[in-house]
Structure formats: structure tokens, C-alpha cells
T-cell receptor, first 113, second 112 residues
């Protein structure tokens, strides 16, 4: 069964900390995405990557950066965590040209205190 | 930013009832997708629509791609307790392959 694995289900971090959220997929997909999910707002795209070492900003990139050194791994970095970054973070991947939508991970619920 | 309006925001229904939700947009989409998210999990694809007017079924689920390409609906017939969850519509703009716009979600609660 194909999988997108997010390394942590729950994280609690302090304001100002540098936070790394990791995502690994085993499907050899070229494209990977990071979304955040907030009640009443749905899923909003933070960053995405079409290939190794490539990244593009989504709709809400402020306060975040990403890293994609290997095809299977896409990391989301909060350089200095703030309370307004408390949210559910979802990673997804899809192969180029696919007609069937994303495969999502189970999410990381991040709380910044 | 978010360009999809999904309604209703939540639904409380009895087992056996039919459920209907929809998404509208001011933009034209070339793909409409419907996802379901169970508590504590990521969204899972239910139905994908690729052509205006397309009507597609998946078991008790039926979804349609609006003729104007600016809307879509999802129906669930004869709801059962495991239908509980959040349902999201998602659309892909014609000039942005891979980047989906998501609706805010419809929370469905099914009571016996």
C-alpha cells in the first residue's frame, strides 16, 4: 500500500523555536506539498516541490521554508515558531500527470506555546 | 487564496437519510475532486471529475462537475454511521496543474 508518512502526529513547541516537520513518501512521486488545515478555512497550500531541490511558494508561505534534498523527503521548517502557526499540517504527494489527486499523510498537529 | 465556497458548513443527519453538499467558485476549474477526512487522519480521495457535466458514482456517493465548470456537488445516499467525517471539495485551476484549491469542508454527523 502506498504511503505518505509524517514523522510526528503531535508536537508541542515553544515560541521562537525552530521546528522541522518531516514527510516521506514511498511512491516515487515527483510532486510533494505542504498544507495547513484550520477550522473553517479548509486546507491552504504553504509550499510545494516539483522535483529534488526545487520549491515554489504556495498561498501562505510567510514564516515557513522547505527543503527537498531527496525525492522521497520533503521537510517543512518553521524558522521561529509563533502561536499563530498552531495548526494541523498535512503533507501530500502526487505523480506528474496523475489524474487521481493527492495521497495525504495523517497529519502533524503542532501546538506552539 | 481560497476561491471555493463550500456549503453547508455542517450537517447533523439521521442514519438512512441522504446528504447533499456543494462547492461554488468564481473561477473555472478543469478538475473537481471530493475528499473525506476521518478524525485524526489525512483526507482520502472519494471521487474525481474531469469534464464539465460529468456525473460519477462511487457506491452510495454521486458527484457532478457543473456545466459552467465553476461548481460541483456531492450526494451521499442512505447515510450510515461511518459516513461521519469532514468532506472537502477541491478544484484545480486550468493554469496550475497540481495546485489544488480546497473548500472549507462540510462536517457530517450521523446519528443512529
Amino acid at each position: 500500500d502506498v504511503k505518505v508518512t509524517q514523522s510526528s502526529r503531535y508536537l508541542v513547541k515553544r515560541t521562537g523555536e525552530k521546528v522541522f516537520l518531516e514527510c516521506v513518501q514511498d511512491m516515487d512521486h515527483e510532486n510533494m506539498f505542504w498544507y495547513r488545515q484550520d477550522p473553517g478555512l479548509g486546507l491552504r497550500l504553504i509550499y510545494f516541490s516539483y522535483d529534488v531541490k526545487m520549491k515554489e511558494k504556495g498561498d501562505i508561505p510567510e514564516g515557513y521554508s522547505v527543503s527537498r534534498e531527496k525525492k522521497e523527503r520533503f521537510s517543512l521548517i518553521l524558522e521561529s515558531a509563533s502561536t499563530n502557526q498552531t495548526s494541523m499540517y498535512l503533507c501530500a504527494s502526487v505523480p506528474t500527470g496523475d489524474r487521481y489527486g493527492y495521497t495525504f499523510g495523517s497529519g502533524t498537529r503542532l501546538t506552539v506555546v | 487564496g481560497q476561491q471555493l465556497n463550500q456549503s453547508p458548513q455542517s450537517m447533523f443527519i439521521q442514519e438512512g437519510e441522504d446528504v447533499s453538499m456543494n462547492c461554488t467558485s468564481s473561477s473555472i476549474f478543469n478538475t473537481w475532486l471530493w475528499y473525506k477526512q476521518d478524525p485524526g487522519e489525512g483526507p482520502v480521495l472519494l471521487i474525481a471529475l474531469y469534464k464539465a457535466g460529468e456525473l460519477t458514482s462511487n457506491g452510495r456517493l454521486t458527484a457532478q462537475f457543473g456545466i459552467t465548470r465553476k461548481d460541483s456537488f456531492l450526494n451521499i445516499s442512505a447515510s450510515i454511521p461511518s459516513d461521519v467525517g469532514i468532506y472537502f471539495c477541491a478544484g484545480q485551476l486550468t493554469d496550475s496543474w497540481g495546485k489544488l484549491q480546497f473548500g472549507a469542508g462540510t462536517q457530517v454527523v450521523v446519528t443512529p
